[in-house]
C-alpha cells in the first residue's frame, strides 16, 4: 500500500506553494539553490539568497545554530577517552541533537522517480542502496578505508536506523574511531515532483527536510584536528548520488582549506550551490 502525505503536511505544502494542487514551480528570482531548497521543504525565512551567496542566514534568535568547528572542539576531550564503539555511539546521539528549523541543520532530500519503486518500503531501501554504494565510490576513489558498522547500537528516526560508516585515512588525521560518516532516511511518500529536479518524473518517493524530528541527514564527523577535506568528500558523494537527490549544509558545517564555510550551501550532483541572487 502506497502511503500518502499526512493532511498536516499538506496543508503546508499549499500555504507554501501550492504543491496540493501541484508541483512547485521554479521562482526566476530565487537561485537554484534556494529553488531546490524550498522544494525539499527548507522553507523557512532564515534562509534566503543574498547578492554574493553568504550573506544568505539569517539566524532567528529563539532558533540557535549549530557551529561544527566549536562542537568538534568541545567533545574532543570526551571522545578521547571513549572506545571506537562508544565513539561512534557518541557522534550518532549528538547528531540527532539539531535545531528545530529546517535551514539550521543539515538535510539530505531527494526525489525517487515512482517508476523505481512499487511501495515506500523499497523506495527507503534503493535510497539506503544508493547512498551506501555512493559513499564507497567515493573512499574508493579518495583511498579511503570505510566500513559500515552493524556492531554500534544507534538512534532511530521515523521507524528507520542511522546508520553509520567509520572512515580511516592517515593522510586526513582519521584514525580509528575520530571520523564517522552518519545518515538516516526516513519514510519516503508518494508526492508530485517539482519539473526543474533533474531525471525526475511528475511523481516521485520524497524524503523532505521540513518534519521538526523526521528528516533525512548526512553528516561527515571528524573528532580532533580538522584534517578531513571534507568539502571535497560532499562534492564527490553528491556527485556519485542520482542526480535527483541534494544535500543541504547550514553555516559552519562544511570545511574547506581548515577554515568552516559561514554560509549555507547545497550540494547537487558534484557542485557546491549557493544562494545567490540570479542576475536577471
Known sequence: MKKYPSLSLIALCVSLSGCAAGPRHYAQDESRALNLARAGGIYDLDLRDSHDGTHSYSKGMLVPLLDLARLTTSFDDPLRRLSGTQTFAFNATDIMITPDNPSARPSLM???????????????????????????????DMALNVTKLSNVETPEIDGHPMILWSVESAEHGCGIGQCVVAYNITTPYL??????????????????????????????????????????????????????????????????????????????????????????
Do not use: C
Open 191 to 280: 508526492w508530485k515532483s517539482p519539473l526543474y529536479i533533474k531525471d525526475g518524473e511528475s511523481e516521485s518517493y520524497n524524503i523532505a527536510a521540513n518534519h521538526l524530528k523526521n528528516y533525512s541527514r548526512f553528516v561527515f564527523r571528524q573528532s580532533g584536528s580538522q584534517d578531513f577535506p571534507i568539502d571535497e568528500f560532499y562534492r564527490a558523494v553528491s556527485a556519485a548520488l542520482p542526480s535527483w537527490m541534494v544535500i543541504y549544509f547550514p553555516p559552519n558545517h562544511v570545511v574547506k582549506n581548515g577554515q568552516s564555510l559561514p554560509y549555507p550551501v547545497l550540494y547537487e550532483q558534484g557542485e557546491q550551490l549557493l544562494f545567490k541572487e540570479p542576475a536577471l
Open 110 to 140: 531527494g526525489w525517487m522517480p515512482a517508476s523505481a519503486a512499487t511501495s515506500e518500503s523499497q523506495a527507503y531501501e534503493k535510497y539506503v542502496h544508493l547512498v551506501d554504494q555512493a559513499i564507497q565510490h567515493v573512499a574508493d
